[in-house]
């Protein structure tokens, strides 16, 4: 009776005495038998497995590059995934996120064949996801693996991927008085040991994460990776020159736009007393950056009395909302027709948009006035 067929896997060699040392080589009995040294003594097993992940990988790809076999039925979706992975994935904006999404449709489709997917398989990869919208996003990838796949001329037929609808988007913004309060909560809460308030101010980092995303208008990861002195691989406030380079030197441009915008004058007194002050990460805890902003922002909105609705990307529709609406009311017509008849302004108009928040009609400053009787210094 034959064996049954194995796939790529790990065995130890076992030295003969006064031959060589016992060593880690790969077998693999999927169509014959085949083996081959990893180079790593028995003492190597994180090599040797690292070298196994390397014969997989080129396994799939070589399978996946043959032209012989183009009918969906013979492809396997794991050739197309690692396909993708080569051509393409390393060379995303952000290429270890794109790696992980590869890694969890691997979870679920790497067993399966290309003809298999269809509305019904993408409807259970989506009910297995934590969210619709993460599963949205991984069928993406996919769909962009297969769309690959078959430009390179290995697939004879379109396989069509059914991703989830895409939740409307959120409409929520904040007033000029729900954005002070939100400062005020940050600036002011005190770190409570038994029941009592400490000196220890720990939420001030996100106080300044808001100014610079309500004035800004920026996306939270921006934000967060932003230094106030030039680093490489990190975005750029440039103090001297006033302007939030907001996209890395060297970072390749993806559909999140993010062009370099000139800070206004009020939010760039704020950075460059706190660079005077040591700071040298735009948002900074206990001197390094902060990662990561969600949880420790969603105290603060509980802290101000703001509904769960609220979160990071809710400062930057704050920020666009309020632009519109001072736009709106210098030019007396609604929101709707100016961004229906003059939502397309050139770059130039950056400036503009920069000096709005600093001569907003009847707005009190954000930081000042806008947080109570007593002015608040943010030093």
Not at 214 to 223: E, I, K, N, P
Not at 286 to 313: M, N, T, W
């Amino acid at each position: 009776m034959s064996r049954k067929a194995k796939g790529p896997r790990l065995f130890l060699r076992r030295g003969r005495a006064g031959n060589r040392n016992s060593h880690w080589v790969i077998l693999d009995t999927v169509d014959g038998r085949h083996e081959e040294s990893t180079g790593c003594s028995d003492d190597d097993r994180r090599g040797a497995e690292r070298a196994l992940a390397a014969y997989i990988a080129r396994k799939h790809v070589t399978a996946a590059t043959q032209t012989d076999q183009r009918d969906p039925a013979h492809i396997p979706v794991a050739d197309v995934l690692a396909l993708y992975a080569r051509d393409k994935a390393s060379r995303q904006a952000r290429p270890q996120e794109c790696a992980a999404r590869i890694k969890r449709l691997l979870g679920f489709f790497g067993d399966k064949m290309l003809g298999d997917v269809n509305g019904t398989l993408c409807r259970d990869y989506e009910e297995a996801r934590s969210t619709d919208a993460a599963a949205r996003r991984e069928l993406e990838d996919l769909r962009a693996a297969i769309n690959h796949h078959r430009r390179e001329g290995l697939c004879s037929q379109i396989v069509e991927v059914v991703l989830p609808e895409e939740r409307p988007e959120r409409e929520r913004w904040l007033t000029r008085a729900e954005a002070a309060r939100m400062i005020r909560a940050a600036w002011r809460y005190r770190e409570m040991q038994m029941g009592v308030a400490t000196d220890r101010r720990t939420r001030r980092h996100i106080a300044r994460f808001i100014l610079i995303a309500l004035y800004t208008g920026t996306r939270s990861g921006a934000v967060c990776s932003a230094v106030l002195d030039p680093m490489p691989g990190w975005s750029w406030i440039d103090l001297d020159r006033g302007v939030f380079y907001r996209r890395p030197a060297r970072q390749r441009q993806t559909n999140k736009r993010q062009p370099p915008v000139p800070l206004p004058p009020r939010l760039l007194a704020h950075l460059r007393r706190w660079r005077r002050n040591g700071q040298r990460f735009a948002v900074e805890w206990d001197r390094q950056p902060v990662k990561k902003i969600s949880k420790a922002f969603a105290r603060v909105v509980a802290y101000a009395g703001l509904g769960d609705e609220v979160v990071p990307h809710t400062l930057r529709h704050t920020a666009a909302t309020w632009l519109m609406q001072a736009a709106a009311g210098y030019l007396g017509m609604t929101v709707e027709m100016l961004s229906q008849r003059y939502g397309h302004h050139h770059p130039e108009h950056l400036s503009g948009a920069r000096d709005a928040f600093d001569r907003m009609p009847r707005t009190k400053r954000i930081v000042g006035h806008i947080v109570g009787p007593k002015k608040l210094k943010m030093s």
